[in-house]
């Protein structure tokens, strides 16, 4: 069978098995681009209700803490070397773009491996990572530090504002003004943690949960999959992305977050702070903490007037909702994280919007 | 920011490995990966390092899938 002869019976069974109001939160902000590109909003029964969640690791990264990495970034012999993602992301007053054309050392790396190499051809120079993101990359990014530990590079810090999935779930899946009826998880996350850290949405709360593959027909059959959980009365953590996807997980990439790295209470922006929900680097591994190793303003907490990330986060409201969306809004004068990041769900809504304003 | 995409290992080193991803040579880290990386083995790549280890059929399979999505992009 071709994609569009399976996908299109994928949509068939889907409507006739949505029979009540089913809404379902997908937790990737790779998700949300497959999603508003694919259009598969708009091809589901009315019934079925698609919010985004917390899966952009940029969108979720505080405003204090980027004002805390902008000033970093100004202090004089430093290299700031980021995701591609943080350059435009708005602080208070600038972002790192316009730090970079005021004279600041800011470089845009692919891989930590490739901060490791800036440090090496840098040595009069510190290094500073820009820690963001999920289980996904986290674990590169300590064995950035078992690297740079080795090879005694004293002039290679991280600065961590990592963040875990499971814990903000716990808080989306708990609240029941969201009424949140199942969750699509994160696959790349999930080929790091495997199906436990995930069960207690089942267990606890009772709600189906499916991790999912990022073609359009690995999400449609996802839904598929939550649907026909529900039909059954069932509630369990099922791999859709089996083809990636362990049930265990890689332990490995986990032993290397847990060496490196500590859970600490962590700031997320528009749902606040959530305990045992971030991850620092350990005290044995200060001299690459940049934290410890540099002096930073304390975090203030800051909003940005009218942006309404937090509950486009939270899948209350959907970016068109924002009254800023598309006016005052746009990729090219971003106002919040969620429209400026490519992952972001402003920036996804707004690029294929044609497709999905009416979700 | 957490997408990865499956390359075929060209070559291998201590913590490296020289992998073909989409047609282009590119070096990762291995280090994440438990089972031992050899020459053919498909890996999963995230911001310059393996992820997991993939067989090949499945590497395959998404590869294709890869591709014909990018055939029918009017999907
Ligand atoms: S449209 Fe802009 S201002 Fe409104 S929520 Fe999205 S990022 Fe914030």
Not at chain 1, 305 to 324: E, F, H, M, N, V
């Amino acid at each position: 069978m071709t994609i569009k002869a399976q996908s299109a019976k994928l949509i068939a069974d889907i409507k006739a098995m949505a029979t009540e109001p089913f809404k379902l939160m997908e937790v990737c902000g790779s998700h949300t681009v497959a999603i508003a590109k694919s259009g598969i909003r708009e091809l589901l029964p009315p019934n079925i209700r698609l919010v985004s969640g917390p899966g952009c690791p940029v969108c979720v990264t505080d405003n204090s803490d980027i004002d805390r990495f902008l000033s970093l970034a100004q202090q004089p012999g430093l290299i700031i070397a980021t995701f591609g993602d943080m350059i435009r992301v708005p602080g208070t007053v600038t972002n790192l773009q316009n730090i970079r054309a005021g004279g600041a050392d800011v470089r845009v790396v692919y891989s930590t491996l490739d901060a490791l190499e800036i440090a090496r051809q840098n040595p009069e120079k510190q290094v500073v990572f820009l820690g963001i993101g999920f289980e996904t990359t986290i674990p590169t990014v300590a064995v950035s530090v078992e690297i740079a530990a080795r090879e005694n590079l004293s002039n290679y810090s991280v600065l961590a504002m990592h963040k875990l999935v499971p814990p903000v779930l716990e808080v989306l899946v708990m609240d029941p003004e969201l009424g949140i009826d199942a969750f699509i998880n994160p696959g790349h996350v999930c080929s790091v943690l495997g199906t436990e850290p995930f069960e207690f949405i089942a267990k606890q709360y009772g709600k189906p949960s499916v991790i999912a593959g990022f073609e359009p027909l690995d999400i449609l059959q996802t839904i598929w999959m939550l649907l026909k959980q529900r039909t059954e009365g069932r509630s369990e953590v099922e791999i859709e992305y089996t083809r990636v996807v362990k049930t265990a997980g890689n332990p490995k990439a986990r032993e290397y977050m847990d060496k490196y790295f500590t859970v600490v209470d962590a700031r997320w922006r528009g749902i606040g702070v959530i305990p045992q929900s971030g991850l620092k680097l350990r005290p044995e591994y200060s001299q690459f903490d940049a934290e410890a190793k540099f002096t930073l303003p304390q975090p203030v907490e800051t909003n940005i007037p009218g942006c309404q990330c937090g509950d486009i986060l939270k899948g209350r409201l959907l970016p068109p909702d924002c009254a800023l969306f598309g006016k005052a809004c746009t990729p090219l004068q971003p106002i919040g994280p969620c429209m400026v990041s490519s992952e972001g769900s402003c920036a996804a809504f707004y690029r294929y919007r044609g497709r999905s304003y009416n979700a | 920011m957490c997408l990865a995409i499956p390359g075929k290992v060209i070559l291998t080193t201590e913590h490296t490995a020289e992998v073909d991803l989409m047609g282009n040579r590119r070096k990762v880290n291995i280090d994440l990966v438990a089972d031992e990386v050899k020459p053919g083995d498909y890996l999963l790549i995230h911001a310059g390092y393996a992820i997991e280890k993939v067989d090949e059929e499945i590497a395959l399979e998404t590869l294709a899938l890869f591709e014909e999505a990018l055939e029918k992009s009017d999907y």
